[in-house]
């Protein structure tokens, strides 16, 4: 039974790519394909969770997967599909003693700490994120003077230029339910 459902959700998927609504159904058909979409990977989750509670199981040896990067770790097998654990690693870094190891190494040479984040920063080693609400509420705290320009700016030291360029770019669009219908 499920095995049909899951070809008739893919039949009917088909038939919906082929389609182009007209501009006045553009709105509720991306909404409700959207209304689809979230339903479908919520319940794609549920069921990835209940096989990554699963044990490994080892794959027949007239099974091979078909992927080079397999880490060779299966929860579940089908006739089509096998399933494996991703894992990620996720890093913490102690920015004062990094910063504090490369200060050392580069004393001698007369770097000070705002160097040594160049130096880093350069070399790749050091990424620098900022946070547009916890700049602004510093600068406006301290009362300083953050100023932007439209466009991207260049992080090349001129410390006269604008310090925050703006260029604003659509980033896809929201589903916003309408509370009564049009029609």
Known sequence: MLADMIAELQRLATQVDHLTPPDSALADAIGDLRRIEV?????????EILVAELDPVELPPERR?????????????????AIEPVYKTVRSFRSAAIIAAVMDDLEGQGFDGADAVRV????????????????????????????????????????????????????????????????
Do not use: N
Not at 39 to 47: D, G, I, S, V, Y
Not at 65 to 81: F, K, S, Y
Not at 158 to 180: F, L, S, T, Y
């Open 39 to 47: 339903m479908l990977a919520e319940t794609r989750h549920r069921w």
């Open 65 to 81: 997967i078909t992927e080079d990067l397999h880490a060779g770790i299966v929860t579940a097998v089908g006739d089509r599909w």
């Open 120 to 183: 880093l920063r350069d070399a790749g080693a050091l990424k620098v994120t900022w946070s547009w609400t916890g700049l602004q509420r510093f600068f406006r705290q301290h009362r300083l003077d953050l100023t932007r320009t439209y466009g991207p700016v260049e992080d090349d030291g001129d410390v006269d230029a604008p310090m925050v360029g703006e260029d604003r770019k659509q980033a896809g669009v929201k589903r916003v339910p309408v509370k009564e219908p049009l029609h």
